[in-house]
């Protein structure tokens, strides 16, 4: 009884200290009346906190699959507002199946997810909150590390930068903290961290209410329609703009039913700007950031950033995955190959794959943000350019209600089919200046080890525009210039060639391609006649070239707009160090031992006609053995006792057909 009577004076003392707007306290209102009226959306949240009766049938549904569920924590923190809302009615229920759940890491989970940033942060405020309200146990690491947690957004911001999937749950999980615990410490760092996300989530935001960013990690969904998001709710509750939602979102719930101040937060909103912001640390100043945890929880906070396979912490990655038995678990499947490797080679690997171990890192990175009311255009300059890509958005741009953005991958006649966990198969750079963004592709060489056990992911290179005709009033086409106009907001697209893959703009990618997008508006140009009139004077160049002084083979372009222009200079290496020939993967010839310590054999019986030619490469595609056989005997024996710990590609031609298979050597 104490321990409630102590929450319900704190809520009440915030709400005597931190009055918010009164305009503001009215939107939440309705924003609960709508809701509760139409009976859409997450009700739970909003019910126990207008004391109505929960759904007993759906809440017994929840309570029963929780526990098999991926994303359990998503409704774990509603249940904790529920458990602090209603009182002690949903005890019985609810306490029972949360004190079965593990919160943290733990032997052999195949099922959850603890280290990304928002699942982090939910797990760890439901288990504090949990320990605070009803004794639930819990180890001494989570004090620190929840503080950690909360400093480090503070100070360096969210590694999932803008995310229209995942910030809107990492609210959530602060505003639990904020709204519930009775530690002063915590309560006030989940305040202000919770409000420079807020903050994060207005920068975007165009006058009509639109987010469009460019992101850490996001999903295609998230631009596709401009309203009735999970991270609308919340635009709405602050500033009014946009649609009025007609039933609540996740994070609305929880922001609706919130004494969180957020008159700074609305007062940061602005229709216009201009300007650049950095975002997180380099990888390499988070062994002293983080040093205050224990070896595992520095890891894992290393993970939120998608360190993962980085060569910096390869190794402890691969200890872990190891000592928790979590190989399987459906975030590591594509890794999975590696967990035959020698531990003491896996640094070493984890550097020849850099085109995919480096770029799923998200931290150190600069944002340019160009918005003037209706138009956007946001972008990452360098983000991992040229290397294979995730879930991350380099750029975006809002024209009105509707995204329009470039991908690198397969083209599907449905854009809804491409990989979601993929959204480029290598990244591009982007140049910005103000409104005008070049866009340039250069694609790194996939090493023959990555193509072997996740080639199907990046294969697909061609870079493909994401357009849809039916979201503009007004559509031109000018050589290679296309123009739009919804209203008075216009954007230009320069497409690299003029070719299209099912029924999407899309070029296929060779060295190289640079396109160029703009965007506009009345206020900016005057009439879309005029915004046409200045693209058509336009200077557009591109060159390749060898820089012998810096033994590299430059890509540079240029696009000059009036008073606007961009270029960039994009030199690589020439030393090629990856094979690229039509290899095709079956099983027309075996390899034993296969792992291999001192000796391999390759039996060549299926090849009636001879020779063959048999190479084998490093994990870099650097051939290290090679030798014809005119099939005498039936088996070629290769010494590879001098072969460092790895995996090797064995190839073998044979009438122009090439064959492959992965060895691994111990």
Not at 318 to 331: A, Q
Request: aromatic share 14%; proline share 4%; glycine share 6%.
């Amino acid at each position: 009884m104490k321990k409630k009577l102590s929450i319900f004076l704190m809520c009440f003392y915030s709400l005597l200290t931190f009055a918010n707007d009164s305009t503001y306290v009215e939107r939440q209102a309705t924003y609960i009346d709508v809701a509760l009226s139409n009976n859409s959306g997450n009700l739970f949240s909003l019910k126990a906190y207008r004391g109505l009766p929960l759904d007993q049938e759906k809440l017994d549904e929840l309570l029963e699959e929780l526990p098999t569920k991926y994303d359990p924590d998503f409704r774990i923190v509603e249940l904790i507002r529920v458990l602090f809302y209603a009182d002690g009615i949903y005890d019985d229920d609810i306490l029972p199946v949360l004190g079965e759940m593990p919160m943290w890491l733990n032997q052999g989970d195949s099922i959850r997810n603890y280290w990304t940033e928002n699942h982090m942060i939910m797990w760890m405020s439901s288990e504090w909150l949990l320990h605070e309200r009803y004794d639930k146990a819990i180890d001494s690491t989570l004090y620190p590390r929840l503080i950690k947690y909360l400093e480090l957004k503070n100070e360096h911001g969210f590694y999932e930068f803008f995310s229209s999937v995942y910030a809107p749950y990492t609210l959530s999980g602060l505003l639990n903290l904020y709204d519930f615990t009775e530690d002063q410490t915590i309560k006030n760092l989940a305040m202000q961290v919770a409000q420079r996300l807020l903050k994060d989530i207005l920068k975007p935001t165009t006058s009509l209410g639109v987010y469009f960013p460019a992101a850490g990690r996001n999903y295609p969904e998230k631009y596709r329609t401009a309203y009735g998001q999970n991270h609308n709710g919340l635009i709405y509750l602050l500033t009014g703009l946009g649609e009025t939602p007609s039933g609540a979102s996740h994070s609305g719930s929880f922001l609706a039913t919130s004494n969180l101040p957020v008159d700074d937060v609305i007062a940061s909103w602005t229709p216009y700007l201009d300007t650049s912001i950095q975002i997180g640390h380099p990888i390499e100043s988070s062994f002293d950031i983080l040093s205050d945890l224990s070896t595992r929880d520095r890891l894992l906070f290393q993970w939120t950033f998608g360190g993962y396979f980085h060569p910096l912490i390869a190794e402890e990655s691969f200890d872990l995955l190891t000592e928790y038995d979590i190989w399987k678990h459906k975030d590591w499947g594509v890794f999975q190959p590696l967990s035959f490797i020698s531990p003491n080679s896996i640094q070493g690997l984890a550097e020849e794959l850099n085109v995919l171990s480096y770029s799923s890192g998200l931290t150190g990175h600069n944002l340019r943000i160009f918005k003037n009311n209706a138009v956007a255009l946001i972008s990452t300059p360098e983000l991992w350019k040229g290397k294979a890509g995730f879930q991350q958005w380099p750029f975006a741009v809002t024209v009105g209600t509707t995204a329009v953005y470039i991908q690198a991958g397969k083209v599907t006649e449905n854009w809804n089919d491409r990989d979601r966990n993929v959204q480029n198969s290598h990244l591009p750079h982007v140049e910005q200046n103000k409104n005008l963004a070049l866009i340039m592709y250069r694609p790194q060489s996939i090493p023959l080890i990555l193509d072997l056990f996740a080639g199907e992911m990046f294969e697909d290179k061609e870079v493909a525009l994401f357009w849809k005709d039916d979201s503009f009033d007004e559509i031109v086409e000018d050589g290679l210039w296309l123009m739009a106009r919804q209203d008075e907001n216009y954007v230009a697209v320069r497409r690299s060639c003029t070719e299209q893959v099912n029924s999407w703009w899309a070029c296929p990618t060779e060295e190289g391609q640079t396109w160029v997008i703009m965007v506009g508006n009345d206020l900016m140009y005057g009439s879309f006649s005029e915004f046409q009139n200045l693209i058509a004077t336009s200077e557009f160049n591109e060159e390749w070239y060898y820089d012998s002084a810096t033994s590299q083979y430059v890509y540079h372009s240029q696009i000059s707009i009036d008073t606007l222009s961009a270029e960039y200079a994009w030199g690589v290496d020439s030393i090629t160090t990856n094979i690229q020939s039509p290899l095709m993967n079956n099983s027309e010839f075996s390899i034993y031992p296969n792992p291999s310590s001192d000796l391999v054999n390759i039996e060549l019986d299926a090849f009636e006609n001879k020779p063959v030619n048999v190479k084998v490469f490093n994990a870099l595609g650097v051939e290290i053995f090679s030798k014809q056989i005119d099939l005498s005997t039936s088996f070629e024996k290769i010494q590879t006792a001098d072969w460092k710990a790895g995996t090797y590609i064995v190839t073998i031609e044979n009438q122009g057909k090439y064959y492959r298979q992965k060895l691994v050597k111990f």
